[in-house]
């Protein structure tokens, strides 16, 4: 396959999927939206893939670029049917794009916690060989309010109803973060607003306790990682 990747900060990358797209074969380009890159035709592309962000989905007017993006979103996801992924931001601007609202969470969610799959979640394709109860890393203070019509929640916690969803045979996301690797929490604190969320979740040893959390976990995260891109592998070729 060739991917389209859109980045909302450099170092927020594909992480460790790149280990697996690069082993399998598949090449992928990326998009530097916040640094004013242009997004290219889709029908380029086999599949976009929509990654985190400092940013909220409703901030149009300080990345005015947003608009744009979650129209693109749009376009290939219900009108072209391209197969689609998003992390984190990716998850809630593919909620928006297609007539979902993202809101401000009630309790923000920072540190490795436990998300629940659905009945929906436990049965469908991206989740298949993956326990019902996970261990996965949060990051973030915005959610999805209100899905989109013709969506369905995968999987779920106590503060946050969408922590995963799908809409049509070949679009998911996930709220939670499934591409980290060792330098993952190092390299996203030097984001201003992650650091200063990583402090008020954390305390001042925030991103150090995050670390060693992650590092207990690595392993099953990574784990997980190439399990749920093999799984969304095969609802690509979904149709």
């Known amino acids: 396959m060739h991917l389209l990747v859109l980045q909302h900060a450099r170092i927020e990358h594909p992480g460790i999927f790149q280990k697996f797209l690069k082993e399998d074969g598949h090449s992928w380009e990326v998009v530097h939206l916040d640094e004013g890159q242009e997004i290219p035709s889709i029908d380029s592309f086999d599949g976009l893939w929509v990654l985190g962000g400092p940013m909220d989905v409703w901030q149009e007017q300080d990345y005015p670029w947003l608009k744009k993006e979650k129209a693109f979103i749009k376009t290939a996801v219900e009108e072209k049917g391209i197969p689609f992924l998003g992390l984190c931001l990716g998850h809630q601007l593919l909620a928006e794009s297609l007539g979902g609202v993202v809101g401000k969470?009630?309790?923000?969610?920072?540190g490795v916690m436990e998300v629940?799959?659905?009945e929906d979640g436990a049965s469908g394709i991206l989740f298949d060989g993956i326990p019902e109860k996970i261990s996965c890393l949060q990051w973030h203070g915005a959610e999805i309010k209100k899905l989109p019509a013709g969506a369905k929640v995968l999987a779920t916690s106590k503060n946050c109803a969408v922590q995963a969803m799908s809409w049509g045979p070949r679009a998911y996301s996930?709220?939670?973060?499934?591409?980290?690797?060792?330098?993952?929490?190092?390299?996203?604190?030097?984001?201003?607003?992650?650091?200063?969320?990583?402090?008020?979740?954390?305390?001042?040893s925030g991103q150090e306790k995050l670390e060693k959390d992650c590092a207990v976990h690595m392993n099953d995260f990574n784990t997980m990682a190439e399990r749920l891109y093999l799984n969304w592998l095969q609802t690509s070729a979904r149709v």
């Open 105 to 110: 969470s009630e309790t923000a969610e920072v």
């Open 116 to 118: 629940q799959l659905t």
């Open 174 to 204: 996930m709220q939670f973060h499934v591409e980290i690797e060792h330098s993952t929490i190092a390299d996203w604190a030097t984001i201003s607003e992650y650091a200063d969320s990583l402090k008020a979740a954390l305390g001042p």
